[in-house]
């Protein structure tokens, strides 16, 4: 039976975006619906071989292919222009892009939202369902994959000529079950129901090779390099069409699938061994297969280093092939035309392959390749968790790679060499320390028998420009995790701080928000200009604005609400100040010290009397994030928030103030629901430990407060809020290292060793599993408590209190509320990418006519 239909709404925000944007497909005409009913229909009827029936899962499909070819008329046209033009490209290089959904966002930044959702509806569906049936895209771990999805929307709002290149996963990120309170993953099987967002381009193939060896050879009469590969796959292309908004371009995220260079071995097949006959498909494949499930935490499987250099390999042949069929073998004029971001270190073997395309391929000369070579390539460095910093075994590397080895090993000896001329005035010992402490290849501090080549060190070394992701995280890396780099090359290391796309994570997600900031503006222009939203602040302390502020605030708890009721069953008190922490679960990022204060919480409840309890300010907790597979402690702190609700959610006395929920499969589109609903949002690393942090923007844009610590893009969002609204605890960064020394003399709160003595006493259940959670904060033990919890827990146990008090006073909490959004303006993506494409890429916008 067919769903009831639903309300359209939005319809002032559609007007006026249509009116102000240039439109590229648009039909502006009125009964442009009845001809996308008509297109849909006839998408349904021979898409699905029957006339009528339609679930929402088919709506969507017959929805998405209609709108498909809107998306494709536009990506054409910008293709057509660009190639036109000829201007220079932006290449942004990720082993991650996690995109979420796309049909929202398509029909929404296309400026077709009214006609879609309309003609849906005279059809008998309702848009939001119909967009619910979509699965996420997720080919990404969190923060940078995100940050990843973001940029590629910001280089096509601003007209920018720029492609992302990364994997098509067969397999994305695995999605996060819960089974008594344990996380268990499940893969993820996203392309089972075919993908209509993207194009598979037949034309679009390249050979990758791994394996097999080197040797010196005269070609044509010169000394050459040239390497035999064992292992060949054909890397398939695939592009992505990405929409701007409010704009006629639509940019593309080309993605490679493996695929093996034979359908199969035939002779294998003749002679009967069909298992043999298959091997080459299955190891092929294996290639884009799956997305390591990690985020900061080491992951040294050869298949990653595969992986890697499969898609940068690609990646460096299709431009280089685009270049040459304009310009030759001009391959000097390559920076004029070509750079590329190196997201993490994860593509860096693109420095070493680069090198190899342009030396062995096309035989230039060693200097001008590296010189063309570093013109290209910059590296953003997105975390200072050390056992992220990639090292790869020269062994796997030299068996994997024998060249590029090769490759690595020159560029090593230039580079210390050059070392060695720089620090001349150094004394003979000093110098030789320096550059042993900067050398491409040292040995594994861990074992001195492994040499390895340090991933970070070739990215700094084969690239223009470096840089970090917050202000103080930029200042990490120029003061100590790259601090000998930054000496030799000061004017290389920048600062970009993250942004987020405003389009996805306000305008779209939340559309009733949209909706009240527009008409208090006066304009939907802050879409693309978010620092219009700080006209806000005028309305900042106006009742009736307040009020309208409140009822959309509430309108997304409800859904929020609806959501919780389906996941865990039950109804939670929608007056309850909402208070989320959502992020991946990492000991650094301490969720583990929010559950301490949650039991905290728990436990002065229960000493009130019923009166007393009457004056708490009610709150419903949310926890929600994936801990990487082999990430033992991470599972731990999993486990251990389901354990404490378990508790506080069943407990009569206490469940009406108080609530706790682990909300399983945290990804982009759960995101879309959570962030436009929460109050209060917790981002509370250890000062220094994140590098910038996004959905601390997100939060901000959607109005909610932020209770967090002196680290990473925090600090921005203050200073743009006014720190006076934000609630700052802990200890600051540049106290860490002496805290981490003088930890033996710490004297925990009475508190903190009250709860220990809880989870170690059985208070949830489960005390041997918790254990180890117990003795990972236990500071008296050397090397332990790494995160400072302990040092923290009292400071924030008080800026909690804060938070109860001032949500006490609505007027005050709404005030703040409005600032918030009024203040994000700075974290908008679009300001972002505009500072990396004037400071880093020197690519300038082109826009196709519309
Ligand atoms: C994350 C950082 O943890 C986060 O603070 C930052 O906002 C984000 O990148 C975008 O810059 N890092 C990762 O997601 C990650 O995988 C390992 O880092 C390389």
């Known amino acids: 039976s067919r769903p009831m239909p639903g309300r359209v709404g939005r319809s002032a925000l559609r007007v006026q975006a249509v009116a102000e944007a240039e439109r590229p497909t648009a039909a502006k005409a009125s009964g442009f619906e009845e001809v996308v009913t008509t297109d849909i229909t006839s998408k349904l009827k021979y898409l699905f071989g029957r006339n009528g029936d339609y679930t929402n899962a088919d709506a969507y499909q017959g929805t998405a292919w209609s709108v498909r070819e809107k998306l494709i008329d536009s990506f054409n046209k910008t293709h057509e222009h660009w190639k036109k033009e000829d201007p220079k490209f932006i290449y942004y290089l990720s082993a991650e892009f996690l995109m979420g959904r796309s049909l929202t966002n398509t029909v929404y930044n296309l400026g077709l939202e009214g006609e879609y959702g309309e003609a849906l509806r005279e059809m008998g569906y309702h848009m939001e369902k119909v967009a619910d049936a979509e699965r996420d895209a997720a080919l990404g771990n969190g923060g940078l994959g995100r940050l990843a999805a973001c940029f590629l929307d910001s280089m096509a709002t601003l007209d920018l000529p720029g492609w992302g290149y990364g994997i098509r996963y067969k397999y994305g990120m695995f999605k996060q079950g819960l089974k008594d309170g344990y996380q268990v993953e499940m893969p993820d099987i996203w392309l089972t129901k075919g993908n209509p967002w993207e194009v598979k381009r037949d034309d679009v193939k390249f050979e990758v090779g791994f394996g097999g060896r080197v040797e010196r050879k005269k070609v044509n009469g010169k000394e050459m390099s040239v390497w035999t590969p064992s292992e060949k796959v054909i890397a398939q ?484 809020t006014g720190v006076e609204n934000v609630f700052v605890f802990g200890v600051r960064a540049e106290e860490i290292n002496q805290l981490r020394k003088d930890r033996k003399s710490f004297k925990t709160d009475p508190r903190w060793d009250e709860l220990m003595k809880d989870i170690e006493g059985g208070m949830f259940g489960d005390k041997d599993y918790f254990k180890p959670l117990v003795d990972s904060v236990n500071n008296m033990k050397v090397g332990n408590d790494w995160f400072l919890l302990a040092n923290d827990f009292a400071g924030y146990l008080a800026a909690q209190e804060e938070v109860d008090a001032t949500y006490k006073d609505q007027s005050e909490w709404l005030r703040r509320s409005i600032m918030y959004t009024a203040g994000s303006g700075k974290f908008s993506s679009d300001r972002t990418i505009r500072e990396y494409a004037e400071d880093i890429w020197h690519v300038k916008p082109a826009r196709p006519s519309a």
């Open 237 to 720: 292309g695939y592009d992505n069409p990405i929409p701007g908004y409010a704009t006629p371009t639509t940019s593309n995220l080309r993605l490679w699938d493996a695929v093996p260079v034979h359908e199969f071995d035939l002779s294998a097949f003749n002679a009967g061994d069909y298992d043999r006959a298959m091997l080459e498909r299955e190891r092929a494949e294996g290639i884009s297969a799956v997305l390591y499930p990690n985020d900061s935490t080491p992951e040294g499987k050869e298949l990653r280093l595969k992986q890697q250099y499969f898609f940068v390999c690609a990646s460096l042949q299709d431009v280089m092939s685009r270049f040459r069929a304009v310009h030759g073998a001009n391959w000097e004029a390559l920076p004029e035309k070509a750079c590329f971001q190196l997201n993490d270190t994860h593509p860096t073997i693109a420095v070493a392959e680069l090198m190899r395309l342009l030396v062995d391929v096309e035989g230039l000369e060693w200097d001008a390749a590296w010189t063309i070579t570093t013109k290209c390539l910059n590296y953003t460095n997105h975390t200072v968790m050390p056992e992220a910093l990639e090292k790869w075994p020269v062994k796997v590397m030299a068996k994997m790679l024998p060249r590029h080895m090769e490759i690595i090993e020159v560029i090593n000896e230039g580079w210390t060499k050059w070392l060695g001329v720089h620090l001349k005035d150094l004394k003979s010992e000093e110098r030789a320390k320096k550059i042993a402490a900067m050398s491409i290849i040292h040995a594994n501090p861990w074992n001195a028998d492994e040499m390895l080549v340090n991933m970070a060190y070739l990215a700094v070394v084969g690239s223009s420009a470096v840089n970090g992701v917050a202000a103080i995280h930029s200042n990490i890396v120029k003061d100590e995790i790259l601090n000998d780099f930054y000496e030799i090359f000061p004017s290389k290391f920048q600062n970009k701080t993250n942004g987020v796309t405003p389009r996805r994570w306000l305008a779209w997600c939340n559309p009733e928000l949209a909706h009240l900031i527009t008409e208090a503006l006066g304009t939907s222009e802050w879409i693309n200009d978010t620092e219009k939203l700080a006209g806000l602040r005028a309305f900042a302390t106006d009742p009736a604005f307040q009020a309208k502020w409140a009822a959309v605030k509430k309108t997304k708890k409800a859904k929020l609400a609806e959501l919780i009721k389906k996941i865990h069953g039950d109804d939670v008190n929608q007056n309850a100040m909402f208070d989320i922490q959502i992020k991946r679960i990492h000991e650094y990022k301490r969720q583990y010290l929010n559950v301490l204060s949650i039991i905290w919480r728990y436990k002065q409840l229960k000493k009130m009397t019923p009166e007393e309890r009457k004056a708490a300010v009610p709150r419903v907790c949310i926890i929600g994030g994936k801990a990487a597979s082999a990430y033992d402690m991470a599972k731990r702190i999993i486990r251990l928030v389901t354990a404490v609700g378990d508790v506080i959610n069943k407990d009569p006395e206490t469940k009406d103030y108080l609530r706790l929920y682990f909300l399983p499969d945290y990804n982009v589109t759960l995101a879309e629901t959570i962030i436009p609903a929460a109050e209060l949002s917790q981002h509370i690393s250890t000062a220094g430990t994140e590098a910038s942090g996004t959905s601390n923007m997100k939060f901000q844009m959607n109005g909610c407060l932020i209770m967090g610590t002196w680290d990473g893009a925090n600090i921005e969002i203050a200073e743009e």
